[in-house]
């Protein structure tokens, strides 16, 4: 079933900048009814001396660019070196995890955002069927950071800080030395699973971010032009379902 979107109360985020769309330079054409062979057939974008990126890495990046809903950053052992785009998250809320059959009927863990994050028109927080049933949601604080690549490749992506990995960048944002948060890069990595997930964060300077991990310093404008995340991209599951997966899962805990 389709999930919808409902806007996160957090501090307050700032206006997205927007993508201003390329337009290719227009084309003469000689004489309509003549069609050049294949090789000297020329596209608009090449007429104009505009070039498209190839490569899996840039066919990913275009399509998480249409998706309308956030793409979670997951670091591995391998490390990622990011840039933090605001000095605050963009949302804050609290999530389930549940544990359910995927469409191949393999048991997976799944989030659903608390009910209880958001709140009615009376002011209330709103039920919860997962909370009401016992399940303790955890609290997720959501970050507008960029994924750099050593091709030069930006990405936008929303990290999803859990509490250890919250203190830990708060850490960072309060010493005087390396704070605020959107001041460098970090190169970041997770090793271990579930219970024994651990993260590290290692500060870069601008000046180290070539030399020492061959990532092109993005520059002002590039970073500038992401249209970052804002609190209606949480996606919210529709009450009906979260009841029905409550009910299914009572009798776990009773």
Known sequence: ???????????????????????????????????????????????????????????????????????????????????????????????????????????????YTCMRSFTGDNGKPRDCPLCEIGDRPQAVSSFNIAVLTEDGTISLKSWDMGVKVFNLAMNYANNPKVGPLSRGFFFVTRTGKDQQTQYNMIPIKATALSEDYEVPVPSEDSLKA?????????????????????????????
Do not use: C
């Not at 389709?2 to 307050?12: E, L, N």
């Not at 900048?17 to 000689?30: L, M, S, Y």
């Not at 995340?229 to 997966?245: H, S």
């Open 226 to 254: 992401i249209d970052l995340y804002t609190p209606d991209v949480v996606q919210v599951t529709p009450m009906k379902e979260l009841r029905e997966i409550a009910e299914e899962l009572s009798d776990e805990y009773e």
């Open 1 to 111: 079933m389709p999930t919808k979107r409902v806007a996160v109360r957090t501090a307050a985020s700032p206006t997205p900048t927007k993508r201003a769309a390329a337009r290719p330079a227009p084309v003469e054409d000689d004489d309509d009814d003549a069609v050049p062979p294949p090789r000297q057939m020329k596209s608009a974008a090449s007429a104009g001396g505009l070039r498209v990126k190839g490569g899996l890495a840039e066919a990913k990046r275009q399509y998480e660019s249409n998706a309308t809903y956030a793409q979670s950053f997951k670091p591995d052992d391998t490390g990622t070196v990011v840039k933090f785009l605001e000095d605050e998250n963009y949302a804050g809320y609290k999530r389930h995890w549940i544990k359910r059959a995927d469409e191949n009927g393999r048991p997976t863990n799944r989030p």
